[in-house]
């Protein structure tokens, strides 16, 4: 953005910020508290494309239908959606030489994993690479099935198409890459069809009242509550473990914390928790 540009933003009103911060919080559970600058430039151009000369008119619109393509568009503009492969690859780790390994000692066949916050695909698509790896011979043996679900219709539009410039393997296993990623005519990288067929992407908001019970052997969901309130993640917590199945693990990120008085977890190791029969 220039300087002109910067000028021009239409700037919130108290009012119109907090009637935004409070959609959001109620609707998204995201707390934009804190973002009142990051609002107005990712919605500037909003206005400007729908003619509007001030948010008051824009937040008319939101409400006067709050299911239309605006709103959409509106959580598309306002999320951060940051992702990369081989982030805090010691839960991958863990993953393949822990989870697995357990299963194969229950002589268990299969594996439901969620990827909730999913982003524009990596971690989803590094989870199905960690399986896959650990599985070796015996991969065509297992049900392998990995949902990922993210709020934004955006990132998972990226998702789907599973393509990503080379920049982004730097830090990926040397092995992954040759097994995993295709080569592109334009120097891209696409996820192998073998990967990309064990991860179905949906949209999904996790304020939403309904959770699949006692589905998953494996949650992960990093680094997306750390946009949320306390109380917000603590539910969000209490939900994820109604959904793994006892046994299961839930994977928080690196530089998130819950409060093991507060949650039915029990605390393996920094960013790794177990449903363990109470």
Known sequence: MNYDEACSIVRLSDSEFEFIVDF?????????????????????GELKSNGFDNYAQYINALKSDPTSEKVETFINK???????FSRETDHYDFLANTV???LSQAKKTSIKV???????GEEPYNIAMAI????????NLWNVSIVATDVSTRALA?????????????????????????????????VADSIRNKVSFSQFNLMTPFFPKNTYDV???RNVMIYFKPATTQEIVKKFYQSTVEGGY?????????????NDYTYISPSIYRKLKK
């Open 24 to 44: 959001v919080s109620k609707r998204y559970g995201i707390d934009l508290s804190q973002k009142r600058r990051l609002i107005e430039a990712r919605l500037a």
């Open 78 to 84: 306002i999320t951060t959606n940051y992702s990369y």
């Open 100 to 102: 697995i390994a357990s």
């Open 114 to 120: 969620w990827s909730a916050g999913c982003s524009t």
């Open 132 to 139: 896959d790896s650990a599985l070796g011979i015996k991969r």
């Open 158 to 190: 990226v998702a789907k198409k599973g393509v990503y410039p080379e920049s982004e393997l730097n830090v990926m296993p040397p092995a992954w890459k040759a097994n995993y990623m295709v080569k592109q005519p334009d120097g891209n990288y696409k």
């Open 219 to 221: 949650v992960f969901c």
């Open 250 to 262: 839930l994977f928080i990120g690196h530089s998130e914390t819950i409060s093991r008085l507060d």
